[in-house]
């Protein structure tokens, strides 16, 4: 079962994620306007609500934390959900809004990476996820640009078929952006990965 966080990045837009209908939601703060705005009901809220000041529901298990913390509301949100079982993370509305906080969520993707989940910042048009070694299939989304790039120091062995500018056991830095703007040619692309860690992004 997915777990389906949503955060409070303003005027936040979540098309084109899918949800399952079997599904465990959390709101992270103000993430509960974006779930209510598109009409589902959360599990579970968390955060500081700083943002959100209004009366929460009676009817759903609120977690509440001090302002003055280490972690930021998606943090605590990923946590609970990693907490409770959840390894495959959507992250609604992490993208857009104040520049700090879209990196503090591409940073939480890394934490989920690196304590066996796999998770995903869904807003604004772009879809982003992170890719360990290994090889993973990538389906194709019409309309949307595919890119790599490399979020730990560098990533070697990258190996991308079914791609208009396809890779063969390249090297990619974290201080050239070489892999911007490409294409699936078919339904799906395969990316393998030796070493290092990926940021890939569909962006409109």
Known sequence: MKCYIFAGAPDAKCSGVKFDKERYVICADAGFRLAVKMGIRPDVLIGDFDTYRKKLPEDIEVIRHP????????????????????????????????????????????????????????????????????????????????SLFSYSDECKGVTASGFKYPLKNAVLKNSFPLGVSNQLTGNAGVISLEKGVLLVMYSR
């Open 67 to 146: 302002a003055e913390k280490d972690d930021t509301d998606t943090m605590l949100a990923v946590k609970l959900a990693l907490e409770r079982g959840y390894n495959n993370i959507v992250i609604c509305g992490g993208i857009g809004g104040r520049l700090d906080h879209t990196y503090a969520n591409l940073q939480t993707l890394r934490y989920i990476l690196k304590h066996g989940g796999n998770g995903e910042l869904a807003g604004d048009g772009s879809f982003v996820t992170m890719q360990g070694p290994g090889v993973k299939v990538y389906s194709n989304m019409n309309g949307y640009y595919f």
